[in-house]
């Protein structure tokens, strides 16, 4: 399996250019040169930096200089203090991964993606002259597993309009079920040696998730350690979780969490990865700030394992706020110790 050198440590910067208000006060003032420079003092060598369609698009399709100036920001303050940056598009016209923003009908209209295909060929035209280090991220966290061919398609199609722009940027390919981990082996075969695999790490969810308002059958008072047995993971999450989740189908019902869990669930992914010979990265993971600090970073520890075992590079979600911030004062205990294990 390939290693994706350049991006094995990395945090994300959600809330700044996508799921946000999206005013040019948040866009000029959620993140500054100086979080970028904290990051690298950090350890990290790359950030993830999601956006979504309407920074750089009216309503009409075209062209917002404005919002094409704040990504170039964040290419030059990466450039200044030598970050690596993936540009990841949230939301496109049509689609979301949260049904909350009211974008729809994007798998269902040609229309729809012909502007995807368009948004992708812009993008590549003003920053395709960084791929020394700038990777680019078609689409966040296709949602239902009936999408599967039709995304395959699509995703084909977008690279193929990319590749005739930026002939060897890297650009990242992810799954159903919001990027799960078990949709690695149904991506189509990499279109080309510069395609990663992209797939999204918080199980168990039950624990990374637990009080989470946004989540319609979750109790916003519950709340589980992660020393807890399985078996009562397992029987928490079929009572407060409607998502798909990876579970612990084949696990001692009494076991606790370990790095063996991660090993075990990333393994197919894996194996998946070595005989496509592609690169494997994990473009999220995180735990819900409900959980006790000290919690946090002993999962962080465990999964942190099973990533550097295999080279699998990751970014951690998220930089600030989002309800799974990093640099926020709750973590100022563990934060340290926990810089070595993103």
């Known amino acids: ?55 750089i698009e009216d309503k009409e399709g075209n062209p917002v200089e404005s919002g094409y100036g704040h990504i170039q920001d964040a ?11 993936i540009l990841d598009l949230h939301k496109t016209m049509g689609y979301s991964f949260d049904p909350a923003f ?11 993606q012909e502007r995807f295909y368009t948004l992708w060929e812009r993008v590549a035209e003003r920053f395709g002259q960084y791929e020394d280090r700038l990777a680019f991220e078609m689409l966040n966290e296709v949602t239902d597993k009936e999408y599967c061919d039709l995304w395959n398609k699509i995703s084909y199609e977008c690279i193929r309009r990319i590749r005739a722009i930026a002939p060897t940027i890297k650009i990242l390919v992810g799954g ?18 510069n395609i990663i695999y992209n797939f999204h790490c918080y199980e168990p969810l039950i624990f990374t998730h637990q009080g989470a308002p946004w989540i319609p059958t979750m109790d916003t008072s519950f709340r589980i350690s992660i020393d ?62 409900r959980v006790a600090p000290e919690d946090v970073l002993k999962w962080y520890q465990k999964i942190n ?35 070595r294990y993103l």
């Open 176 to 193: 159903y079920w919001n990027n799960s981990v078990d949709s690695v082996k149904d991506l189509a075969a990499p279109y080309d040696e």
């Open 75 to 85: 290419i030059d303050w990466c450039g200044k203090y030598g970050l690596n940056m």
């Open 305 to 339: 394992e099973v990533f550097v075992k295999y080279g699998i590079g990751r970014s951690a979600w998220n930089y600030k706020v989002m309800d799974f911030g990093i640099s926020d004062a709750r973590m100022d205990s563990v934060r340290e110790e926990l810089l």
């Open 102 to 112: 009211g974008e729809e009908g994007f798998f269902d209209s040609e229309r729809l």
């Open 1 to 55: 399996m390939k290693t994706w050198e350049g991006y094995q440590k990395g945090v994300n910067l959600g809330g700044w250019l996508s799921q946000c208000d999206d005013t040019e006060e948040t866009y000029s003032s959620f993140i500054k040169e100086g979080d970028i420079r904290t990051i690298k003092e950090w350890g990290m060598d790359h950030v993830r930096l999601p956006f979504d369609y309407e920074l």
């Open 228 to 289: 807890a047995p399985y078996k009562e993971m397992d029987e928490a999450g079929a009572k407060y979780l409607q998502q798909v989740t990876t579970g612990f189908k084949g696990f001692a019902p009494e076991q606790t969490l370990t790095s063996e869990y991660f090993e075990k669930i990333f393994a197919e992914a894996i194996a998946v990865a070595q005989e496509r010979d592609v690169a494997l990265y994990c473009g999220e993971y995180g735990v819900i700030d």
